[in-house]
């Protein structure tokens, strides 16, 4: 079992850069959900997914767009990087959204010059 | 809404020492708990979890903690430290169901544990 797995490990872009995060998980797990981590900012939730088929917003989705593939699969994309969007980025999956431990991957390290 | 408050974002102790990281949550549901921690350079892993029952928790690695209802908290504790507990620790509240279900995660607090 690989768990939640994440491509690429790092990136640097130039500001209007587009790529695609991409993640993994499998668990069968129903929920899978994107954050960033910035220093001093804990965890901040930027969309979810509740099952596949389904995608909602989390606190900070502005310049982000998500894509629920399949029940395995989770792409966070930015259309258009800017530098604010520097950051460390985690997918995690879960059984269900309510009440239940998230299992992480191991990060994407995001450089926006 | 739920929210979490971890007091403190350094905490240092020397090997040996107690170990105490302070998490108070607001929720207008009955909890979820969770701790997480983090060593560099990789992601969360759950330490442990408080859902429902006995309100003291243990977890890995000698890691407990205690859900208070009262005092709206649930503090990780450790009777020794080890070097190898050096890490950032997260605690995290969800409610029992529905849209409010998400994890809402505290800011975090990093261990430094001194020889």
């Known amino acids: 079992n690989a768990g939640v797995t994440q491509t690429p490990k790092f990136q640097v872009l130039k500001t209007g850069q587009s790529m695609t995060l991409q993640c993994a998980q499998d668990?069968?797990?129903?929920?899978m959900y994107w954050y960033r981590q910035d220093p001093g900012m804990g965890l901040r939730l930027i969309y979810y997914?509740?099952?596949?088929?389904?995608?909602d917003k989390g606190e900070v989705p502005n310049g982000y767009n998500v894509s629920r593939l399949n029940k395995r699969e989770f792409s966070l994309r930015l259309e258009s990087a800017a530098p604010s969007q520097t950051s460390v980025y985690f997918c995690?999956?879960?059984?269900?959204?309510?009440?239940?431990?998230?299992?992480f991957g191991p990060g994407t390290r995001l450089t926006v010059l | 809404a739920q929210s979490v408050t971890q007091l403190g974002s350094h905490v240092s102790v020397s090997e040996g020492a107690l170990v105490l990281l302070r998490c108070n949550y607001s929720?207008?549901?009955?909890?979820?708990l969770f701790w997480y921690v983090q060593y560099p350079n990789q992601g969360l892993q759950l330490l442990l979890k408080?859902?429902?029952?006995?309100?003291l928790v243990k977890g890995i690695n000698g890691f407990e903690a205690e859900f208070k209802k009262s005092e709206t908290s649930f503090h990780l504790t450790k009777p020794s430290a080890h070097m190898s507990d050096a890490a950032e620790y997260f605690c995290?509240?969800?409610?029992?169901?529905?849209?409010?279900?998400?994890?809402?995660f505290g800011k975090g607090t990093k261990l430094s544990v001194k020889p």
């Open positions: 995690a999956s879960s059984e269900r959204v309510a009440g239940n431990e998230q299992f």
């Open positions: 668990m069968n797990h129903n929920s």
């Open positions: 997914s509740a099952s596949e088929g389904t995608t």
């Open positions: 929720s207008s549901v009955p909890p979820y």
């Open positions: 408080y859902t429902t029952g006995a309100t």
């Open positions: 995290a509240v969800s409610a029992t169901g529905g849209s409010q279900g998400n994890l809402i």
